[in-house]
């Protein structure tokens, strides 16, 4: 499967973004799709998850109530609309597919995803 993240961009503190995972090739495999981010000297961390149906998603404490996770009805592509960014947002993000636990549950771990995308730079001003 290969996933192409999109949507990055330079945005005012406070402001929001939209990022866009296009997955393509096996689409039919059920996956959990994850968001996960990377600053400059930080370890990649888990930002938001949701399960092949789109009915389960979990977020990382620090976005909570600020990024919503979604995915459309075809399964083709997930959405990460964040708003209310603050500086600290300010990573590289990639989005990344778990096949291994049916796309019906969520580990907030980068070693479980199997297959990632090339990431998209999100940068917040203060």
């Known amino acids: 499967v290969q996933l192409q993240a999109s949507g990055g961009g330079l945005v005012q503190a406070g402001g929001s973004l939209r990022l866009s995972c296009k997955v393509s090739?096996?689409?039919?495999?059920?996956?959990?799709i994850g968001w996960f981010r990377q600053a400059p000297d930080k370890e990649r961390e888990f930002v938001a998850a949701?399960?092949?149906?789109?009915?389960?998603?979990y977020y990382a404490d620090s976005v909570k109530g600020r990024f919503t996770i979604s995915r459309d009805n075809a399964r083709i592509t997930v959405y990460l609309q964040m708003n209310s960014l603050k500086p600290e947002d300010t990573a590289v993000y990639y989005c990344?597919?778990?096949?291994?636990?049916?796309?019906?549950?969520?580990?907030?771990?980068?070693?479980?995803?199997?297959?990632w995308g090339q990431g998209t730079q999100v940068t917040v001003s203060s």
């Open positions: 949701i399960s092949w149906d789109g009915s389960i998603p």
């Open positions: 090739g096996r689409t039919s495999t059920p996956y959990t």
């Open positions: 990344a597919a778990d096949s291994s636990l049916g796309g019906i549950a969520i580990v907030p771990l980068a070693t479980e995803y199997e297959y």
